[in-house]
């Protein structure tokens, strides 16, 4: 199994802070937010490479990050794929990028783990990874407790299997708290269909998008992230983060 770090955004909702650095690099707790992300996954057996998506602004300096990481973890391969984009206005958005991995590196000869490079977890990833290793899509999901929050993320249903019946972006009528996050298995099959999603003129940007056409499809497992999640996409979630995490012995 490969894993695939989205980290090619531009974060302009915190500029000035993103303007010489990517989101993923911003420190967090002690230590860059892309490190609280790998740091789950060291329990997680049989992985092959971890490969972070990034552009043109931001390449050299995860490639920096990744040798310096490998030097206190060589149990991780890392490989820094840069998509060319150099604004927010050429960007290939979160699933043109996904595409663009899988197909440059050719990705579909086995699983891959892919997660959103801004999103935090206190608790290992193994759980989630062991779970969805027996499906051939699962989606991870969490229950944000509040009714006006959820409104904000991707609202999802689902049956008494933990398989999708219902998924639909920032709604305005939510059916319950239960958010789809950007943490998600895909088996070589379902991965060959992003060529499909993006040739049809679907949005290429939230990987939500991609969950929410290929529900309908193929069946979607979901697994309930427990512990805490945090999305760091404004200065406010950055702080909490910082509050939260930098209690957190690494």
């Not at 060589?74 to 060319?84: A, E, H, R, T």
């Not at 000869?109 to 499906?135: H, M, P, Q, Y």
């Not at 309908?216 to 309930?224: G, I, N």
Request: proline share 4%; hydrophobic share 40%; with cysteine.
């Amino acid at each position: 199994m490969n894993v695939l770090i989205l980290a090619a955004g531009y974060a302009t909702r915190l500029y000035p802070l993103t303007l010489d650095r990517a989101k993923p690099l911003l420190v967090v707790g002690g230590k860059p937010i892309i490190e609280w992300v790998v740091s789950n996954l060291v329990d997680v057996p049989d992985l092959e490479t971890i490969y972070v998506v990034t552009n043109d602004r931001f390449a050299s300096d995860f490639q920096a990050w990744s040798e310096r990481y490998r030097d206190r973890q060589p149990k991780f391969k890392f490989k820094i794929i840069n998509d060319g984009s150099k604004s927010d206005e050429d960007k290939l958005g979160a699933i043109g990028d996904m595409n663009f991995a899988v197909t440059r590196e050719n990705l579909t000869r086995s699983d891959l783990l892919i997660i959103a490079g801004d999103n935090l977890f206190t608790e290992s990833l193994t759980g989630f990874v062991a779970r969805a290793k027996e499906t051939e899509a699962t989606v991870a999901v969490y229950d944000v407790g509040d009714a006006e929050a959820i409104k904000k993320y991707g609202n999802i249903a689902v049956d008494a299997d933990g398989i999708i019946t219902h998924f639909e972006e920032k709604p305005e009528k939510p059916r319950g708290t239960l958010a789809a996050i950007a943490l998600y298995y895909y088996s070589p099959e379902m991965l060959s269909l992003l060529t499909a999603y993006l040739a049809a003129g679907n949005n290429p940007d939230q990987p939500g998008c991609f969950v929410q056409w290929l529900y309908t499809r193929k069946p979607v497992k979901t697994f309930q992230i427990k512990g805490k999640w945090l999305d760091i996409g404004s200065n406010e979630t950055l702080e909490k983060a910082n509050k939260i995490l930098g209690k957190t012995k690494t």
